[in-house]
Structures are given as structure tokens and as C-alpha cells.
């Protein structure tokens, strides 16, 4: 046979499937690796998806999604940051984020065109880069300083080459929210050396004791930002598939080629459920965030307790804490804690180099088990510095 | 202590009445003595009535009967329905009385081990009280959802283990 494909080759296969298959086949696991909310989607959002598909929306969208989805998601982002984007041609719903960043890439990316992004990243970055013909350069972020993204490296980061700076905050695996300064010299620093932005805002709703930063609304970024959102996170709809990309009428039309000619549309019952969410669902969003503060609080005490330290993190719905104090790699600490306490978490390094000593712990899981989860880390941690 | 706080303290309490004051001061980021104290007063002041257990118990194995009864009476000069619906309230196997809108005037619910025990209820204790003109008896026949609880599924987690 003739070899595959050398592209997706190049891709290394995911760290956390061995983990996945060791924690699967274990009894009495607790799982702190899942990087989902571990509620369902609220009735009300479920019923009118059930109403839809009742009533006969089983048929495709435009390419761009339902208009009148369209134009939910343009007023719900001009009430929330003032955006203004047109719903006839600067929206596209796409399915699930995961979609508008490849389609992004797709888009914007000639062979060897250049990706900043920071470290610890979400795994799908450098692979959906690699995919479009891109070269993804990780800028690593340090948890000494709360992982905040640090602009001079960016700076030293840009080549001819780099076309784009890839954010996501707040962010996966860290929880980190970067500071609005921050957010908006990485801005000027785009606008400086004529780069795109692509911000992957999937969990702007999950932030605690701040407010969150839409990269698109800082002055000078709207004409160069796509900004990536969905329903995901915020409204427990991971398996609806339903996310949007918002940007310059150009880029859209592009990213909208690659779309019409590979997805078609989303699925139309699951853009009937998101109109739902954004017409009734935000009491729900806000009684999540506020389940998701309190475990997030009691969590990160608890791990400095045990000595695992954490800088308590103002996003999403993770901690990143160290594990030095155990002496072990990030695969070591997750294999042993795995098969000693039965506690799956996501080892550091599966999201860049810069996360080994860390681990990933997703507080999207209910208190009790938070608390049995802790409980065994505690015991562990002991054993390991004993 | 904040109202905003206090409240929080409320619902987490009667989300699970089980909840330490240390866990909820990590919870919600405030000193556990504090709550402690706010817990206290709350309790010494009625707002907090007294903490309850809720138990399924069909799957305990044990049956009970439930009725809706819709009573109608004739209110009287200075006390309306009060004094009827205290009668029937002092009642230990009375659950609920609520004074509605409508065709009837109280509804009270009764449970008891079997359905001939509140039938003979109804018969010779809240018929015949003064004032009662009617009652309108209905048997629950199966229990969704009671007071939040959803009684007839327990939830499973359908996630994946671990998930990017």
C-alpha cells in the first residue's frame, strides 16, 4: 500500500488516549480529566430542540446558519461588548468551535505561514495549523506568573513568516483570564506587524470575581480578529456541536468556501436549541458560573493544602496546580495517581512543554466527588513526599 | 455579613443541609467562624426552620399513600378560613394545607400506610368538622417529582473519562 498522508502524519497522536483507556477500564474512578460541563443541557433548550424537530426542522440551513440565529448571536454580542457584526455576512455558525479554527486556519494560512500561540495550549491548536499548511510556534507562559501571556516573548516570537497570534482566554488547560492590558498590548502588537487574530472565547462566560475581555471589542481589533465562540461551555451544550466565528465580511466569505464545501451547515435542530439558549438560557448560565465559582474555590484551597499549589484561576472551569513537591513527571503523577487512587487527571504536558509539572484538573464534576477526588490526592501527595 | 452572602449560605444549605461551615466558607470565600455565627442567628431567628432528610421510600420498600383532598368551607366572621385550617393542620398525618383560589377553598395533603386509613380520615375527621361543606378526595397514583426531587431516574454521567 502507499503510505498515508505525510501532513497528518506529522501530527503526533493524542497524550491523554492511554490515560482515557487505563481510567476506563477502572472501577470506583473519579474522574478530574473530563473537559466538560457535568451538567445537561437545561430543559428549556432540550424541549425546544425536541419542539424543532416536531414541528419538521429536520432540513439544511443556509451555509451561514439560520438568519434568525444569525441575528441572536449579533445582539447578544453588541449587548454584551458592543460588537457590531453584520448577521447577512459577518456571522457563520459553524459546528462547535472546533470547526471555526480549522476553518480559520484554512482560511488564513498559505504553506509555511507561522501561528503564534501560548503555552500551555488547548491540544487541538498545533495540529489544526499543521493541517492547514502552517507552522505553529508555542510561545511557553510560566505559572510563577499566573500563566499570563507575556508580550515581549511575543514580540521576539515574530518572524516575516507569522501571520496570525492565536488567543484563548480564558484558557484551557489553565483557567487563566489574561488582564485586559495585556489583551490589549498583544492587540497593538498585531496591529503593528499587520497579524490576524484568532481569539477562541468558548469560555468567556465561566469567569469569576472578573469581568472577561472580547478581544474583538479592543480599539484597532475588529477588522483583523476572528473571534470564535459557542454554546458549549456556557449553556452545557458540548454535544450539540454548535459554534459561530465572527469576523471581517472578507474573511468570512473565505472561511464560509471552506464550510459550504466540506460542512454544508450545522446540524438545524442544534442551531434551534442555541436560538433558545440565547433567548431564555441566561438565568441558567449564571446559576452554572456560580455552582462552577464555589467548587473552583474549594478546590484550589484545598490543593494548596495538600501542597499541591495553585494560582487560583479566574476562568473556565479548570486548575492547573504544580506537582513538584512529588518529584514526579506530570505522566508519572497521572499514571500512578490513576492506578493507586483511582483519580484520573490530564497530565501538563499533552498541552505543551511548559505544562510538564503541572496537571489539569476539570472541576466540572460534582462537590462530593471533588471532595473524595481530594481526598486521595491528599493521600497520595503524602505518600510521594514521604 | 453580606446579604448576597447570606443568601448563598441559604440555598447551599438547602441544596444539602449536610454541608460544613467550612465548606461553605471555602465555597464562597469567607471565614467559617462567620458563617458559623450567620448559621446561628438564622437558626435562632426562624429563618432556618430545622433540617430535613429526603428519602425515597418506594425504594426503601416501605408503601405510603398520598391524597390531594380539596375541601370546601364556609368562612366565618373574623378568622375567614384560619381557624378551620388549623383544625385540620394539627393533624400529625397532614402534610400540606394551603389555603387556594378556585373552586375550593383548602387543599390539604394527607398521607397514611393505606388508602381505607385516609378514606376513614376524611370520613371522620375533616368531613365532619364544622363549616365543611364538601371534600373532593384524589389518590396519588405515582410520585414524579416531589419538592425538586425527581424520584423516578437517577442520573448517570455520560461524558467520556478524560477529554481534552
Known amino acids: 500500500m502507499k503510505p498515508l498522508s505525510q501532513a497528518v502524519r506529522a501530527v503526533p497522536p493524542s497524550g491523554i ?7 476506563a477500564q477502572l472501577e470506583d474512578c473519579i474522574s478530574l480529566g473530563v473537559g466538560e460541563p457535568d451538567f445537561v443541557t437545561p430543559w428549556h433548550i432540550r424541549e425546544a ?46 459546528v462547535g468551535v472546533s470547526e471555526g479554527l480549522d476553518i480559520a486556519m484554512r482560511a488564513l494560512l498559505n504553506p509555511g505561514d507561522e501561528v503564534i500561540f501560548f503555552e500551555p495550549s488547548y491540544v487541538s491548536y498545533p495540529p489544526c495549523v499543521m493541517f492547514a499548511g502552517g507552522v505553529p510556534v508555542p510561545v511557553p507562559t510560566d505559572y510563577r506568573n499566573g500563566f499570563q501571556p507575556d508580550v515581549e516573548q511575543v514580540r521576539r516570537a515574530i518572524t516575516p513568516r507569522t501571520k496570525a497570534l492565536l488567543l484563548c482566554y480564558p484558557n484551557n488547560p489553565t483557567g487563566t483570564v489574561a488582564s485586559r492590558e495585556v489583551l490589549h498590548e498583544l492587540v497593538r502588537l498585531a496591529v503593528e506587524h499587520d497579524l490576524y487574530l484568532i481569539s477562541d472565547e468558548i469560555y468567556d462566560r465561566l469567569v469569576y470575581e472578573t469581568e472577561h ?95 499541591l499549589e495553585c494560582v487560583p484561576p479566574q476562568g473556565a472551569f479548570y486548575v492547573f496546580p504544580s506537582i513538584r513537591c512529588t518529584g514526579l513527571s506530570s505522566e508519572e503523577f497521572t499514571e500512578r495517581l490513576l492506578w493507586e487512587e483511582r483519580v484520573a487527571v490530564v497530565p501538563g504536558n499533552v498541552f505543551g512543554s511548559s505544562g510538564e509539572g503541572h496537571v489539569r484538573l476539570s472541576y466540572a464534576t460534582s462537590l462530593p466527588k471533588i471532595e473524595e477526588a481530594l481526598h486521595r490526592m491528599e493521600r497520595f501527595v503524602t505518600r510521594c513526599r514521604g | ?60 420498600g416501605e408503601e405510603r399513600v398520598f391524597a ?15 381557624d378551620v385550617a388549623e383544625r385540620i393542620y394539627r393533624f400529625p398525618q397532614v402534610h400540606a394545607v394551603y389555603l387556594v383560589s378556585g373552586d375550593h ?16 380520615f376524611v370520613a371522620e375527621r375533616l368531613a365532619p368538622l364544622d363549616r365543611v361543606q364538601a371534600t373532593y378526595t384524589q389518590f396519588v397514583l405515582k410520585r414524579y417529582k416531589e419538592d425538586g426531587e425527581v424520584y423516578a431516574e437517577t442520573d448517570t454521567d455520560r461524558r467520556l473519562v478524560v477529554t481534552p
Open chain 1, 17 to 23: 488516549r492511554r490515560f482515557f483507556d487505563i481510567a
Open chain 1, 49 to 94: 430542540a425536541i419542539w424543532a424537530i416536531e414541528k419538521g426542522f429536520t432540513t439544511y440551513t443556509s451555509n451561514y446558519g439560520l438568519f434568525s440565529l444569525r441575528q441572536r448571536i449579533a445582539s447578544h454580542l453588541k449587548a454584551r461588548y458592543g460588537l457590531e457584526y453584520a448577521p447577512e455576512n459577518e456571522i457563520l455558525v459553524t
Open chain 1, 213 to 307: 475581555t472580547c478581544v474583538a471589542a479592543l480599539p484597532g481589533a475588529a477588522e483583523r480578529t476572528i473571534l470564535l465562540g459557542g454554546f458549549s461551555k456556557s449553556y452545557a451544550m458540548t454535544g450539540w456541536r454548535i459554534g459561530y466565528a465572527c469576523a471581517p465580511a472578507p474573511v468570512i466569505e473565505m472561511m464560509m468556501k471552506v464550510h459550504q464545501y466540506t460542512m454544508l451547515c450545522a446540524p438545524i435542530a442544534a442551531q434551534k436549541a442555541a436560538e433558545e439558549a440565547l433567548e431564555r438560557g441566561e438565568p441558567e448560565v449564571e446559576r452554572m458560573r456560580r455552582e462552577y465559582d464555589r467548587r473552583r474555590r474549594l478546590i484550589v484551597k484545598r490543593l494548596n493544602e495538600i501542597g
Open chain 2, 1 to 60: 455579613m453580606e446579604l448576597e452572602t447570606q443568601r448563598a449560605i441559604l440555598e447551599t444549605l438547602e441544596q444539602d443541609a449536610r454541608t460544613s461551615p467550612e465548606q461553605i466558607a471555602d465555597m464562597l470565600g469567607v471565614d467559617a467562624d462567620q458563617v458559623r455565627e450567620t448559621i446561628r442567628q438564622m437558626e435562632a431567628s426562624g429563618i432556618i426552620r430545622r433540617y430535613k432528610t429526603v428519602i425515597d421510600w418506594d425504594r426503601f
Open chain 2, 68 to 82: 390531594f383532598i380539596d375541601v370546601k368551607v364556609s368562612p366565618a366572621r373574623e378568622v375567614g378560613f384560619d
Open chain 2, 105 to 120: 377553598d383548602l387543599r390539604v395533603i394527607v398521607s397514611g400506610r393505606t388508602m381505607k386509613e385516609i378514606a376513614a
